[in-house]
């Protein structure tokens, strides 16, 4: 079997091709013992800003690979590679219709899965294409008006086509692979499946999503835009199809829910059809933003190297006082701030980067933890209180297009000073203690000097925030049993991130596959 090796280091100016020879001197071996050497991980170790080390996992076969394993028993980086897990779906024993609503990662990835499983697919997304949905974004970022159609959080893809293509994920799940295969096979870049961080960019997701739409209409899945789901049918406690745009009846067998944690009309058709729907915790904050070549000299020592990229950062902090958690989320290096508004009268705000990661900005949400008692038990409790702080920033930037900012040290000790930010399409002053719930400013403001003990430097004039970021994950969760089922309404699959079940590209593309399968268990199982 193949073998795998940990932790092997390399300094900066240290080229991969002497990774046989490091592999051979930890394992006492010649290094023509070393044979079919693979990269499959790689990550930078900057703990030491004098010395910052490039660290490598790596497979490769030897002739002797038993005596090899006895001899190096004691060493806890060497070990075998299990192997291959390798994904088959469901086979769908009679010919099902199934319709998927929402083309984000679960919703594309629920097809394919479904498709390949043999049945008929019919996938729906009420926003546009990608390219169209580009011009409609970008005619906001110049001045024009919202489209709450076409926007960054709907429309092919999901809101993830305009952050970062983040591929990270906490989950330990044998699809984890899958996924980033596929992604491959669909034209991303080959290194995001050893990268410790990989990511896609903004710029070139948008062309894996064309070719992950090609594939699926070749395998004759049928795929509308600009449609809304905006009803269920059902009867004698089963689903049978839906109601699309408000008067479109269209039969199905089961149906996947992956629309996203945007979608509050979704949300409410769905409370007034009866479905179990739970409120759940999430969080609220502000994005931050530094110079790149800041961030870069906080975090390595250096303003850049050819060998580092971009650098990033996580921070976390647990305010006692209050009893919530701040933490850093969805960091974009060398990125930009974006208005992320998807209804008209209000103001969210994410952050983009593109593959390179080479603008001048890094930004990164800073957010503030809260939950039932901040908001009512209304399942849509958390939706109502999303809007009304949206609403608040919308005001307070003059109820334009723009986001409300504030410098760092003006939000933290009241100083005066410009706002300087990469905002699109603006941002304009503003005391963003307005547009935030109080107890929400407050665990921010003790929340930054903790930051800045970790970080040196992360308090400073160059730092800048921008408001509001609300749609850190959905406000709810619609409940689904251990079938994939929704516990209302069998043939009903809520899934990925708007259903509350994950969180990012690849938890929500992971659940798609999973409910697929549960879709096709369910088709097998009912006649």
């Known amino acids: 079997m193949t073998l795998r090796l940990r932790d092997i280091k390399l300094r900066l100016d240290e080229n991969e091709s002497l990774l046989p020879e490091r592999v051979a001197q930890q394992l006492g071996l010649g290094v023509a013992d070393i044979l079919h050497l693979k990269l499959v991980r790689k990550g930078i170790d900057a703990r030491r800003k004098s010395a910052i080390l490039k660290v490598y996992t790596v497979e490769f076969d030897v002739a002797a690979e038993q005596e090899l394993i006895e001899r190096q028993a004691a060493n806890r980086c060497l070990s075998l590679v299990p192997p291959p897990q390798t994904f088959t779906p469901v086979v769908c024993k009679k010919r099902s219709r199934v319709i998927v609503v929402g083309m984000g990662p679960a919703g594309l990835f629920a097809a394919l899965t479904l498709k390949a499983g043999g049945a008929d697919v019919l996938l729906v997304e009420r926003g546009e294409p990608v390219a169209k949905r580009l011009q409609d974004v970008q005619a906001f970022w110049q001045g024009g008006p919202l489209n709450p159609q076409s926007n960054i959080q709907f429309g092919e893809g999901g809101a993830g086509t305009f952050s970062d293509g983040k591929l990270t994920t906490r989950i330990n799940h044998p699809l984890v692979h899958h996924v980033l295969r596929r992604l491959v096979d669909f034209g991303a870049p080959a290194e995001i499946c050893w990268q410790a961080k990989p990511h896609i960019g903004s710029d070139r997701l948008r062309r894996v999503l064309v070719k992950i739409r090609k594939q699926l209409q070749d395998d004759g899945v049928e795929i509308r835009f600009s449609t809304c789901l905006t009803g269920l049918e059902h009867r004698q406690g089963k689903l049978y199809g839906a109601i699309l745009d408000g008067s479109q009846p269209e039969p199905c067998d089961s149906l996947v829910l992956a629309v996203g944690h945007s979608a509050r009309d979704t949300y409410r058709m769905l409370q007034a059809q009866g479905i179990s729907l739970q409120s759940k915790a999430f969080a609220i904050g502000l994005r931050v933003e530094h110079p790149l070549d800041q961030i870069n000299r906080i975090q390595y020592g250096i303003e850049n190297h050819p060998q580092l990229g971009a650098a990033d950062y996580a921070l976390s902090w647990q305010d006692k006082e209050a009893g919530r958690g701040i933490y850093s989320f969805c960091m974009c290096p060398g990125g930009v701030i974006v208005n992320a508004s998807s209804e008209i009268g209000g103001t969210v705000v994410n952050g983009m980067s593109n593959f390179n990661r080479d603008a001048a900005w890094s930004n990164s949400a800073l957010v503030v933890s809260v939950g039932r008692d901040d908001f009512s038990a209304d399942p849509l409790g958390g939706v ?77 004039p160059e730092a800048m925030l921008v408001g509001v970021e609300t749609r850190t994950s959905a406000p709810l969760r619609i409940l689904r049993g251990d079938d994939g089922c929704s516990i209302s309404l069998p043939g009903l699959f809520p899934s990925g991130e708007g259903a509350g079940y994950a969180g990012g590209i690849m938890s929500a593309a992971i659940d798609g596959i999973k409910s697929a399968n549960q879709a096709l268990h369910y088709l097998n199982r009912n006649p």
């Not at 949206?390 to 933290?412: D, I, Y």
């Open 384 to 460: 109502t209180f999303q809007r009304q702080w949206e609403e608040r920033a919308f005001q307070a930037a003059g109820s334009t297009g723009a986001a409300p900012g504030q410098p760092l040290l003006g939000f933290l000790y009241g100083t005066s000073g410009d706002l300087k930010t990469s905002c699109q399409p603006a941002a304009v002053l503003a005391d963003l203690a307005t547009v935030l719930p109080p107890q929400v400013t407050a665990s921010l403001r003790r929340a930054l000097p903790q930051f800045d003990r970790r970080m040196r430097g992360f308090i400073g």
